[in-house]
């Protein structure tokens, strides 16, 4: 059996890190008991990288991404653990530090960018406020901001569509304005929340071509939220596979989907469709249902649906165990397939 060892797979190398996230939690207060939704995740991420969080809904994907920008409710939510992002201690940003924080430095792209943008203000008023408020330049200057974003997101009639409002465009014109808003003062970071998955397929693939592009023209770090294994091998160059609140395998993405080694990933890779999938034959699922993270399991948190169950999987959580330069996986059964019903 592989031997554990501490930190495998996480990142390539820190010394360079943009992004140093490590034994991050989150807990939700004011219900019976507090509810881990993050349980000790740790990742590293450098400018021009990007990486996919990769799992089922409630996995604690999102809860990461917004414990990142500071967005969660204070008063009903603890964090711990370490986050430093471009030099800057984020859980220690007082609130002016934290004003030029988000959006300067990381800017989030929402899954819903008809919630996101405000219905009442023209969209190129929203980008210009944003410049004018993070940079101090004009209002000209802030408009004229947003017009080069809305040309460099492949938006038709530029000028035009400064002056339209939220409801006057379509979905996919929506959320790449959306992204414009995200890149309008410049950030190093760029989280990515589901953004196309209330896209239909051919402006899916637009959006994420549009985001690589992107991150590969302008040198953006991004973590890109998704349950879809396809959106994921488009997007990232790693992958880190969450459930119950953990990182369960971490490597590059034709690691990770090439030659998975937690169950769950095999389970996840087990269960979609590819163009080699027969006609006719029903797909494989993962039996039971994600755990209820106010009550979680006592060991590792994939036990009780994972078919290579043994005594020893509820001991503890799993240590993170190699299985190649820059892979890993919290699972002490690391090398056997597992059997999915």
Excluded: W
């Excluded at 060892?5 to 004011?30: K, M, S, Y």
């Excluded at 938006?155 to 409801?167: T, V, W």
């Excluded at 790693?238 to 609140?245: E, H, Q």
């Amino acid at each position: 059996m592989n031997a554990p060892v501490r930190n495998a797979g996480v990142a390539a190398g820190t010394a360079d890190a943009l992004v140093e996230v490590r034994d991050l939690t989150v807990d939700f207060l004011g219900g019976r008991k507090p509810v881990r939704a993050v349980g000790g995740v740790d990742f590293s991420l450098r400018a021009g990288e990007a990486l996919a969080l990769l799992g089922e809904s409630g996995s604690g994907k999102s809860v990461t991404l917004r414990a990142l920008m500071r967005l969660l409710p204070e008063a009903r939510t603890r964090i711990g653990g370490h986050l430093r992002v471009d030099g800057q201690d984020v859980l220690g940003l007082k609130r002016r530090a934290l004003s030029a924080y988000r959006g300067g430095t990381v800017a989030m792209i929402f899954q819903d960018p008809g919630l996101a943008l405000d219905p009442v203000y023209r969209i190129g008023d929203q980008i210009a406020e944003a410049v004018v408020r993070h940079e101090g330049v004009s209002r000209a200057a802030g408009r004229a901001r947003a017009l080069e974003l809305f040309e460099r997101v492949h938006i038709p009639s530029p000028a035009r569509r400064l002056d339209a409002y939220p409801h006057e465009l379509s979905g996919g014109m929506r959320q790449r304005a959306m992204i414009a808003l995200a890149l309008a003062c410049r950030p190093k970071v760029l989280l990515a929340d589901e953004p196309t998955t209330a896209l239909d397929a051919t402006v899916q693939i637009q959006i994420l071509l549009l985001l690589r592009e992107l991150q590969r023209d302008l040198g953006l770090a991004v973590i890109f939220v998704t349950h879809d294994v396809g959106v994921a091998v488009q997007v990232a160059d790693r992958v880190a596979v969450m459930y119950g609140g953990h990182l369960v395998e971490v490597g590059s993405s034709g690691d990770v989907i090439g030659t998975p080694a937690h169950p769950y990933t095999q389970g996840l890779l087990a269960s979609r469709i590819t163009p080699d999938s027969p006609k006719g034959v029903r797909l494989a699922t993962i039996p039971g249902a994600p755990p209820d993270l106010a009550d979680p399991p006592p060991g590792c948190p994939f036990e009780p649906r994972c078919g290579l169950v043994v005594p020893a999987c509820q001991d503890g959580l799993p240590p993170r165990v190699a299985v190649g330069a820059g892979h890993a996986a919290r699972c002490i059964r690391v090398g056997e397939p597992a059997p999915v019903a």
